[in-house]
């Protein structure tokens, strides 16, 4: 590789360890995580690439978070470095720290 590779993982303080679908035990999203995601969803309105507000955005951000499944070591292994970012801190606060 001529380049250096970094993966960012955006976790909440509420986030904890349990069990996925997948057996596997790792930090799982908690409700704050997908609230806050759910609530700059709805902020920027029809300008989110891919998610809209509407009344099953929380359902959908529930089971989206639940099928998540953490990188396998072979995955992590592709990467020079590893960081985690507080998702509740600004983007310009979160560029600080990287």
Do not use: M, W
């Not at 799982?28 to 955005?57: D, Y």
């Not at 089971?63 to 020079?80: G, H, V, Y």
Request: aromatic letters at 6%; one cysteine or more; glycine letters at 6%.
């Amino acid at each position: 590789r001529q380049c250096r590779t970094l993966l960012l993982e955006f976790n909440h303080s509420s986030d904890v360890f349990g069990y996925g679908a997948d057996g596997q035990l790792s930090k799982r999203f908690s409700q704050n995580h997908i609230t806050l995601c759910a609530e700059r969803i709805e902020a920027r309105g029809s300008a989110h690439p891919v998610l809209r507000p509407s009344a099953k955005l929380q359902g959908v951000l529930r089971k989206e978070a639940k099928a998540a499944e953490p990188p396998s070591p072979a995955e992590l292994r592709n990467f020079d470095a590893r960081l985690s970012l507080e998702v509740a801190d600004s983007p310009v606060q979160q560029a600080l720290v990287v």
